[in-house]
């Protein structure tokens, strides 16, 4: 798969449209590098001038933050926005909504002022612009619910731009009795996702799959990586696995799109 | 003798309105202890959130049921403040329902029938709350932190505006003229034939002590706001007024942190170097907080504005299955820990002595924080925008920077983040692998 990186980039001397900024999930888990790879194949289909940072990305610092390691968290930064700065960048796209709500509310104040979009808007500009158009026959009529990512829902009031594009498939959306400004966690934020839960009768993430399960999907949406591990472990855990998958909105658009 | 009663008044007036202005300032005072942060930014959106929020009430209608009952209430309360006005010139000057001569029959009998209508309403209201809290097994009302003083509180408060209101239909019920009148009674006419077999005596006395008992019972309620959740109806104006106006995923950058980063971060930095000649000796800022003083002021006001609804609690992922964290509990355990901090400094001539304790471990436990996700659905769910979250993180910041003492994965997680720059242990040289698998 082609993807250029800033260095290559800056060696030809060009400045790409826009960074796709892929994080640790992303880059490294299994699950999550579907959602990278069918990602990139959105941006190959629209023809978008992107890079990533490749080996000189690191860690936004997140979840040290989340955890309460301020330190941790801002010497990330610091290092991330000496490269970000050191390349120009001036447009993030990324598709992790922790990576996308610290760049854009918490990178500003320590030097990292960048135009930043998670992918579900990044490619709802393209298909505004007649970039990029969505094949709704392939996933006609399937049943699909989407579970709202609290770092980009209520934490940046993101609630339309995944949701137009699951409307664009061609599917039939319903709303779980949680969603948009009272949805339910995933259980992974707060770096919940690197500890196991405190003492409780219940995982998150299992409560989180019976909301959705609820509304008799055949396919759960997500639009976050984290999310979509923690949705995904709970429909194994409800053996539901044969009948119900979990993707993440840019799988659907790629397979759509037959990418 | 005959100016009595407006002497006996105008003390029991002065005394209500004396020990409320004395509880206000040691309230301020607390609200005080806490950290600075600037809240003066964007007036016009600040005031425009208070309207809608405190005044409109938009938040509280997004449960409609306890919404409208509460909007009865608060309504109720605002509205019959002018009736609390006339009793307290009647009470000083002597005079009985002055208003009707100012403001003539038609609108003041408009007037006292719609607080008659109101007063009703509020105590039907008020019926509903009571068996909401004590019959119907409501799980936010059942939570372990509402069990002793918070259930009777919130009883108290019940009683208080049952009686208050009976009060005021008794005090119509007898005042024989205003019956005879027949002008805004809608309610009290059918109270009145219940005196039909007393004296005129009888009648007025009771017309008397009703009307009395009304304002007293006001002026101790009005006193007894200090001591419970009920401090809600004074501060949800100013706590919506200077709550966050930032996007909720956005978390403040410590500055002393920043400072501290930027130093290490400096190649021309020289870590050795002495300070400025006259520079002052400055005493290392603890990072987080482990107490109500580390807290800035507006999370100390959020304390106080709390009214223990629970709504916070009811959606909070972590309460929803199970675990012990309550953003309710956090809020309570914040109020109940700056009131035992300032009985410290009133007792102490105006310092704090040590007393040993901290809100971090004698209130609030590391597991409750622990167990949060961030998600922000207490923050949201706040009729008030009370912001739980940002006392559990600050709460973690101590635990971490100061303590060292975060759960054993999570300091895994975060050494994987300072030597490979991702939260699992994979090589930085491997980030881009998924390109070609």
């Known amino acids: ?259 | 003798m005959q100016y009595l009663p407006n002497i006996l008044f105008a003390l029991t007036l002065a005394v209500g309105i004396g020990y409320f202005v004395m509880n206000v300032r040691k309230l301020s005072r607390n609200i005080k202890l806490g950290k600075d942060v600037d809240r003066t930014d964007n007036k016009s959106e600040r005031l425009k959130n208070m309207l809608m929020i405190a005044v409109g009430q938009s938040k509280m209608v997004k449960r409609p049921l306890s919404g409208l009952l509460h909007i009865i209430v608060y309504i109720g309360f605002i509205i019959i403040n002018i009736e609390v006005l006339e009793i307290i010139i009647d009470g000083l000057l002597g005079t009985h329902r002055v208003f009707q001569g100012i403001i003539g029959d038609g609108f003041y009998a408009f007037l006292i029938g719609t607080f008659e209508i109101l007063a009703a309403l509020v105590f039907v209201a008020v019926v509903v709350f009571w068996l909401r809290r004590n019959v119907s097994n409501i799980k936010r009302f059942l939570s372990r932190e509402m069990k002793g003083w918070p259930k009777s509180d919130a009883n108290y408060i019940i009683y208080f505006e049952m009686v208050l209101m009976t009060l005021f239909i008794v005090m119509n019920a007898t005042d024989v003229p205003f019956q005879q009148a027949g002008i805004g009674n809608p309610i009290s006419q059918f109270v009145a034939p219940l005196f039909d077999g007393f004296t005129p005596e009888t009648i007025h006395t009771i017309e008397r002590t009703a009307w009395w008992l009304h304002i007293v019972g006001i002026l101790i309620f009005l006193n007894y706001l200090y001591y419970s959740k009920h401090l809600h109806i004074l501060l949800a104006f100013p706590n919506t007024y200077f709550a966050n106006l930032k996007p909720k995923g956005q978390f403040n950058n410590l500055e002393s942190v920043t400072n501290e980063v930027k130093l290490m971060m400096d190649p021309d930095a020289d870590p050795y170097a002495m300070p400025a000649e006259g520079a002052e000796e400055a005493v290392p800022e603890k990072f987080g907080a482990s107490d109500v003083a580390d807290l800035s002021w507006v999370q100390l006001l959020n304390a106080y504005t709390c009214t223990e609804c629970g709504r916070c609690t009811s959606a909070c992922p972590a309460n929803l299955t199970g675990k012990k964290l309550s953003p309710r509990k956090i809020m309570m355990d914040t109020r109940d820990r700056l009131e035992e901090v300032g009985r410290n400094i009133d007792a102490n001539k105006g310092a704090f002595v040590d007393d040993g304790k901290q809100l971090l471990g004698d209130y609030i436990l590391e597991e409750e924080l622990w167990a949060c996700t961030s998600c922000n659905a207490c923050v949201e769910e706040c009729p008030v925008n009370i912001d739980p979250l940002s006392i559990i993180m600050d709460m973690r910041r101590y635990l971490v920077m100061e303590k060292s003492a975060a759960p054993q994965e999570l300091n895994m997680m975060m050494t994987n983040i300072e030597n490979n720059g991702a939260p699992w242990a994979y090589n930085q040289q491997d980030r881009l692998n998924w390109a070609n698998e």
Not at chain 1, 86 to 109: L, R
Not at chain 1, 156 to 185: F, H, Q
């Open chain 1, 1 to 259: 798969m082609n993807v250029p990186t800033m260095a290559d980039m800056m060696a030809q001397g060009k400045q790409p449209e826009v960074l796709f900024w892929v994080g640790a999930a992303g880059s490294y888990d299994d699950r999550a590098k579907k959602i990278t790879r069918a990602f990139v194949k959105i941006l190959h289909q629209a023809n978008v001038d992107f890079a990533v940072l490749g080996v000189e990305e690191s860690s936004t610092g997140d979840a040290a933050k989340r955890a309460g390691n301020e330190f941790l968290f801002q010497m990330q930064a610091m290092m991330n926005i000496e490269v970000l700065n050191g390349y120009e960048v001036k447009k993030i796209v990324t598709c992790d909504p922790h990576s996308f709500n610290t760049f854009k509310n918490e990178y500003p104040s320590l030097g990292g002022k960048y135009e930043v979009y998670h992918h579900t808007q990044f490619i709802q500009n393209l298909i505004s612009e007649g970039r990029l158009k969505i094949d709704d026959t392939n996933l006609k009529g399937k049943r699909v619910t989407f579970h709202d990512p609290c770092y980009l829902g209520r934490a940046n009031e993101v609630y339309e731009s995944p949701r137009d594009l699951i409307r664009r498939l061609g599917v039939n959306l319903t709303e779980m009795k949680r969603s948009r400004e009272t949805a339910l966690c995933c259980g992974a934020g707060g770096a919940q996702m690197f500890k196991d839960a405190e003492k409780g009768d219940k995982e998150v993430n299992v409560l989180r799959t019976e909301d959705a399960l609820k509304t008799n999907p055949q396919i759960i949406a997500t639009g976050c990586p984290y999310c979509n591990t923690m949705m995904t472990d709970g429909i194994k855990f409800k053996e539901r696995e044969d009948n119900v998958i979990v993707r993440d909105i840019a799988e659907l658009i790629a397979e759509a799109n037959n990418l």
